[in-house]
């Protein structure tokens, strides 16, 4: 259990440490709380409820899309942020209710069609999306006009929060009836839970989380492609939370930032998925339960440590 000192510490170095960094690393650093929350999205669903969303980037790139959309048509920043919360509503409502619906394999099969239909259409729509393209958010209506400080404080502030509101949420009586349908669902139905109603309502609030980083997406890096609605995005979520650790909140968000940093120095190299898939594959051998518990393996094979 971390102390709330030593949470407050670990908040105080996300927000601050960044700040003294140059200008591209900064840039870097803001991306990656984008995607860590993309991570602890998915972690509320795998990790706390048992459900394998494996068309996870839907959340994050519909809402992104709509904004970009809105965007270059409408000119407006608080019409294009209301139409992404829309688009928000919409795809999580839709995914949650067709894959709580099936339940088991069958919300792996919703997500991840759902993931295939919306890449096809965003590649074939081309008048609309950008087709191959891709799509440009406006400069005027993005965070461009900030100073690298500020556009990481925000972006962070916000990352931070959500994170520690998730902390809470999954502390809370809430997230025990959560991980309850997750290690037994009929057991949870025998004793009255409405097991359905309650996988249907974390599909959204995962949704939502994935949906504001989408959003920040578009704000702070403002090139939009089909790759960000694609199965190829969404498999990659799946590796971050696993490599991280699941069920932790903040293992997924160590496993997105190590993975997108080694992918980001081994881009230049012509065979580097090989090395990736090596990383994952020694993670999945040496700390199956993930990164964030690797440190008290040792802890735990000594003897040390035991209650």
């Not at 520690?164 to 991980?179: D, E």
């Amino acid at each position: 259990m971390v102390s709330p000192f030593a949470r407050t510490c670990i908040v105080a170095a996300i927000l601050l440490t960044p700040l003294a960094l140059p200008a591209y690393y900064k840039y870097l650093a803001t991306e990656l709380v984008i995607w860590g929350l993309l991570a602890v999205s998915l972690d509320l669903l795998i990790g706390f409820t048992g459900l394998p969303s494996f068309g996870h980037a839907v959340f994050f790139g519909v809402p992104a899309y709509v904004f970009g959309i809105v965007a270059t048509r409408s000119e407006s920043l608080p019409i294009s942020i209301l139409a992404a919360i829309a688009g928000i509503a919409a795809v999580t409502c839709v995914v949650g209710y067709f894959g709580t619906k099936t339940g088991g394999v069958g919300y792996i099969i919703v997500t991840l069609l759902c993931s295939f239909a919306v890449f096809i259409i965003t590649l074939t729509w081309t008048s609309v999306t950008g087709g191959e393209n891709g799509l440009y958010v406006p400069e005027a209506l993005s965070l461009a006009g900030l100073s690298g400080n500020v556009r990481y404080l925000l972006v962070a502030a916000i990352g931070v929060a959500i994170w520690l509101w998730g902390r809470k949420l999954v502390s809370s009586n809430y997230g025990l009836v959560l991980l309850g349908i997750k290690a037994n669902e009929p057991r949870m139905q025998a004793i009255g839970y409405n097991t359905e109603r309650y996988k249907f309502q974390i599909t959204v609030i995962a949704g939502a989380i994935a949906g504001v980083a989408g959003i920040l997406y578009a704000l702070v890096v403002r090139t939009l492609s089909a790759d960000l609605v694609g199965p190829e995005l969404s498999t990659e979520v799946v590796i971050w939370v696993l490599l991280g650790g699941v069920q932790t909140l903040t293992g997924p968000v160590l496993g997105a930032a190590l993975f997108i940093s080694l992918k980001q120095v081994l881009n230049t190299v012509s065979a580097y998925p090989i090395f990736l898939g090596l990383l994952f594959v020694a993670v999945v051998a040496w700390a199956p339960t993930g990164l964030i518990k690797l440190r008290f393996s040792g802890l735990t094979r000594s003897g040390k440590g035991q209650p």
